[in-house]
T-cell receptor, first 112, second 119 residues
Framework: ELKVEQNPLFLSMQEGKNYTIYCNYS?????LYWYRQDPGKSLESLFV?????AVKQEGRLMASLDTKARLSTLHITAAVHDLSATYFC????????????FGKGTLLTVNP | DSGVTQTPKHLITATGQRVTLRCSPR?????VYWYQQSLDQGLQFLIH???????AKGNILERFSAQQFPDLHSELNLSSLELGDSALYFC??????????????????FGPGTRLTVT
């Protein structure tokens, strides 16, 4: 059974600082997604990573995928308050099963 | 706005009752997925339908069932409701993975969710 672990689960950081969220998964997959969720809202797609070595960047966020290490990272550069949200990584099971297995999420709070 | 719609937004009902949640996928998407989000279980996959046929099942209780209709909208039926069924229920849709092929993205787009409260 595919397991996805995110850490940290809670992250409080100051504006302007950098930090990385880690996502480890237990079985082979080359499809990984990052989502953002604001309180009481739906999931907003941030990044789609489809192969080993994939790196995507959007604004202050950068995501990467290492399928051999079964590890994805979401790096935050010079955090701003608007980035406060919960971030989820999700791994696709693969084969003909396209279900997503989610990590528990990282609650990010960016303080002024 | 992802293009996926869900109704109702909120639902409050009593234990033992039955409810139906509705989802309309993005135009052209043939796949619909249902997920449950609760504080203790996190986000969990329930079931996947593709063009009217069930494709995969996750941790879906026997009291729960779903179907996808010819117009591609989907309904999730929850019966004999218990307090523990209180959660946010999301549906998501994606492009047909077979048509996508290769390394194309089969990204799932999530609807706004239905918040179910069982009292």
């Amino acid at each position: 059974e595919l397991k996805v672990e995110q850490n940290p689960l809670f992250l409080s950081m100051q504006e302007g600082k950098n930090y990385t969220i880690y996502c480890n998964y237990s079985t082979t997959s080359d499809r990984l997604y990052w989502y953002r969720q604001d309180p009481g809202k739906s999931l907003e797609s941030l990044f789609v990573l489809l192969s080993n070595g994939a790196v995507k960047q959007e604004g202050r966020l950068m995501a990467s995928l290492d399928t051999k290490a079964r590890l994805s990272t979401l790096h935050i550069t010079a955090a701003v308050h608007d980035l406060s949200a919960t971030y989820f990584c999700a791994v696709e099971s693969g084969g003909s099963n396209y279900k997503l297995t989610f990590g528990k999420g990282t609650l990010l709070t960016v303080n002024p | 706005d992802s293009g996926v719609t869900q109704t109702p937004k909120h639902l409050i009902t009593a234990t033992g009752q039955r409810v139906t949640l509705r989802c309309s996928p993005r135009s052209g998407d043939l796949s619909v997925y249902w997920y449950q989000q609760s504080l203790d279980q996190g986000l969990q996959f329930l079931i996947h339908y593709y063009n009217g046929e069930e494709r995969a099942k996750g941790n879906i209780l026997e009291r729960f069932s779903a179907q996808q209709f010819p117009d591609l909208h989907s309904e999730l039926n929850l019966s004999s409701l218990e307090l523990g069924d209180s959660a946010l229920y999301f549906c998501a849709s994606s492009v047909d993975p077979v048509v996508g092929g290769g390394t194309a993205s089969y990204e799932q787009y999530f609807g706004p969710g239905t918040r179910l409260t069982v009292t």
